[in-house]
């Protein structure tokens, strides 16, 4: 449970440090219209409704595996936006692609939780959203620094480092889930 614990952290305060401030990203790093930036949020939300069944869909099976390539996709994708994501069409995949992989984490933590502490599943699942809501008002902050001390890409490149050491230490944990 700690290593679900600590990936929850490490992912969603990433997470929440960049989509907190998205639409600062869209419009001052790639010139995106604000008229646009409600369907540009829309298309990420459905996207993140195809990425929880696809991640659901490969849990069971597959759960460190899931993971890992959650957490590698997060960084990829962040730091994909940070670096080319200067114009509306490439912001405008980059955040679909976004949505799409950060749209497993939920039930890929949830699942790993649960597999951590068989027989608590209500412990592990109350440990999950109190990590969940920390990080994501842990993340807001760091986010809301970085933007006022950097330029709103700096919050691309925290959510992307966050997620790459999620990422080896989904790689690096030593129990089999």
Same mark, same amino acid.
């Given at each position: 449970?700690?290593?679900?614990?600590?990936?929850?952290?490490?992912? /969603? !305060? $990433?997470? #929440? &440090? =960049?989509?907190?401030? *998205?639409?600062?990203? %869209? @419009?001052?790093?790639?010139?995106?219209?604000? +008229?646009?930036?409600?369907?540009?949020?829309?298309?990420?939300?459905?996207?993140? /409704? !195809? $990425?929880? #069944? &696809? =991640?659901?869909?490969? *849990?069971?099976?597959? %759960? @460190?595996?899931?993971?890992?390539?959650?957490? +590698?996709?997060?960084?990829?994708?962040?730091?994909?936006?940070?670096?080319?994501?200067?114009?509306?069409?490439? &912001?405008?995949?980059?955040? *679909?692609?976004?949505? %799409?992989?950060?749209?497993?984490?939920?039930?890929?933590?949830?699942?790993?939780?649960?597999?951590?502490?068989?027989?608590?599943?209500?412990?592990?699942?109350?440990?999950?959203?109190?990590?969940?809501?920390?990080?994501?008002?842990?993340?807001?902050?760091?986010?809301?620094?970085?933007?006022?001390?950097?330029?709103?890409?700096?919050?691309?490149?925290?959510?992307?480092?966050?997620?790459?050491?999620?990422?080896?230490?989904?790689?690096?944990?030593?129990?089999?889930?």
């Amino acid at each position: 449970m700690r290593i679900g614990v600590l990936v929850t952290f490490l992912l /969603i !305060a $990433g997470h #929440f &440090a =960049a989509y907190t401030f *998205v639409r600062p990203v %869209l @419009r001052e790093a790639a010139g995106v219209d604000h +008229a646009l930036i409600g369907g540009l949020l829309m298309a990420y939300g459905i996207a993140g /409704i !195809a $990425g929880n #069944f &696809a =991640a659901g869909s490969r *849990v069971a099976a597959h %759960l @460190r595996g899931t993971l890992l390539a959650i957490c +590698a996709g997060l960084a990829a994708v962040t730091a994909l936006f940070a670096l080319l994501g200067t114009d509306p069409v490439t &912001a405008s995949a980059l955040l *679909v692609a976004w949505g %799409l992989v950060y749209g497993g984490v939920s039930v890929s933590l949830q699942t790993w939780m649960l597999k951590a502490a068989p027989g608590a599943g209500e412990a592990a699942s109350s440990l999950l959203v109190a990590a969940f809501n920390l990080s994501i008002a842990l993340g807001a902050l760091v986010g809301g620094a970085t933007v006022d001390g950097l330029a709103a890409t700096g919050v691309l490149w925290v959510a992307g480092s966050l997620a790459l050491v999620a990422a080896a230490t989904v790689a690096t944990s030593r129990k089999s889930l």
